[in-house]
């Protein structure tokens, strides 16, 4: 999943430790470091604590109060005082069950005078997008890319490969659900068929056609929008659930779409991606 860090006023804040004083006979120096930073949560994922002689691991739990396992994206910060970001550090944490909480640590590659919690992004579990590792029960393999942005445009890549051991065949759109960070539909974005519909030039404006994937290769389609923002409320939604095609299993990806007030996102037909194009993605 992508990191995209807040600003730092929206961040939810730990000072971290300062002068250090003597290690542990565990050698964690933890008594140097703050013991109680429960206050320090955001998205079901809460620190409970800082080890090492720097204080630079950083330890979370995740609480998921839902009905499904969760897989989970958890992205943390070390700052200055002054908003300034020293170093970051993310973790994945798959299938975390409802009412099970799971502790994790991350060790960060720097000190920072706070340490925050700067996002959390989550999916389910049986939802969750791969670009590489064993290939889903599906024989088929879905992701997003990171995107370009340029001017208040951004076009992310949906990306499909074939993993399994027969043909795929596709045509046309995949069918995509926009979802807030509550995972709940949001209403009144108009999806729109290609995307010139959105600008041109975003490569994601061919015409439906039948493909057949044999395995091994791969298809891409493009989500297009701008980030502009004029009168009324501006829609920020992390998800976007995907389907590739009628009666496939969905999958959940995360753009980030800043859609701004445009109520509008363009979502280009199935395309075969180049031989030269599958090379620069991750899993092959």
């Not at 998205?43 to 995740?62: H, K, P």
């Not at 990171?146 to 890549?157: D, F, K, Q, S, T």
């Not at 509008?264 to 991606?273: H, N, P, T």
Request: hydrophobic letters at 35%.
């Amino acid at each position: 999943m992508r990191s995209l860090l807040l600003p730092a006023s929206a961040l939810l804040l730990l000072t971290a430790c300062g002068t250090q004083q003597a290690a542990s006979p565990s050698g964690d120096a933890a008594s140097s470091c703050p013991a109680d930073p429960s206050w320090t949560e955001r998205g079901g994922v809460r620190i409970t604590g800082l080890r090492g002689a720097a204080c630079d691991r950083v330890e979370f739990e995740i609480t998921h109060d839902g009905t499904e396992p969760f897989t989970y994206t958890v992205s943390l910060a070390f700052t200055k005082e002054t908003g300034e970001v020293m170093s970051t550090g993310e973790e994945t944490v798959e299938s975390v069950e409802p009412g099970r909480p799971v502790r994790r640590t991350v060790v960060m590659t720097g000190g920072g005078e706070r340490v925050s919690i700067s996002m959390v992004r989550s999916v389910p579990t049986a939802e969750a997008p791969s670009a590489g590792g064993a290939c889903p029960s599906s024989g088929v393999r879905v992701y997003a890319d990171e995107g370009n942005a340029a001017m208040g445009l951004r076009v992310v890549g949906l990306h499909l490969e074939n993993c399994g051991t027969e043909p795929y065949q596709l045509n046309g759109y995949p069918k995509v659900q926009i979802l807030d960070e509550e995972h709940e539909p949001v209403e009144g974005v108009r999806i729109l068929k290609g995307g010139d519909a959105i600008a041109s030039g975003t490569g994601a404006d061919a015409p439906p056609r039948p493909l057949t994937l044999a395995p091994g290769e791969r298809a891409w389609a493009g989500l297009v929008w701008r980030n502009t923002t004029q009168f009324g409320e501006a829609v920020n939604a992390p998800y976007v659930r995907t389907w590739a095609k009628p009666g496939a299993a969905p999958v959940t990806v995360v753009p980030e779409l800043d859609l701004g007030t445009t109520g509008k996102l363009g979502v280009g037909a199935w395309q075969k991606e180049e031989q030269e194009r599958q090379q620069e993605r991750p899993g092959t």
